[in-house]
């Protein structure tokens, strides 16, 4: 079934302190989706699909990794008012997904297509992007191996 969607907004570190919790939905009050994109390695939309799964994992609902992704981030920075929702005025990229994370978080990586800064691209415009970076990738480590 398609049709189901996350709002894809940015995601936030806010902090590098240890944080420790009797019920893992406690860190949603403080904390968003961490991603570390300072390595050349960890690229930020297959660690975050990793970082909803752990949540789940660790027993977080689908729902509550969901909002850790898209909502807590705007809310730490008093900007729900223009983030953290699809609705008129807001600003939103939108990632439509073949099944409803909701029942399985993995499926965030079941994706249809995306919307971003307004403009669309289906599943084989992602494929063309991903087989560009493939190729540059390719191309950096065969310059990198001479």
């Known amino acids: 079934m398609r049709g189901f969607f996350i709002a894809a907004l940015a995601v936030f570190a806010l902090t590098a302190q240890p944080v420790v919790a009797k019920d893992p939905a406690d860190l949603l009050i403080r904390h968003a ?4 994109v300072e390595h050349a ?4 939309g297959i660690g975050l699909h990793d970082e ?3 949540y789940v994992d660790n027993g ?7 909002s850790s992704a898209t909502r807590a981030g705007p809310a730490w920075f008093g900007t729900l008012d223009r983030y953290g929702a699809i609705s008129p005025g807001k600003i939103a990229d939108i990632v439509v997904l073949d099944r409803n994370p909701l029942g399985d978080i993995r499926a965030t990586r079941d994706i249809h297509a995306v ?3 307004g ?3 289906d ?6 992007l991903l087989a560009a970076t493939r190729a540059k990738v390719a191309a950096w480590n065969a310059a990198d191996a001479k």
């Open 52 to 54: 909803l799964a752990l």
């Open 60 to 66: 977080l609902t689908p729902a509550q990794a969901l």
């Open 33 to 36: 989706t961490v991603v570390d």
């Open 41 to 44: 390695q960890n690229y930020p």
């Open 115 to 117: 919307i971003l800064r």
């Open 119 to 121: 403009t669309p691209y």
């Open 123 to 128: 599943r084989t415009a992602l494929d063309h």
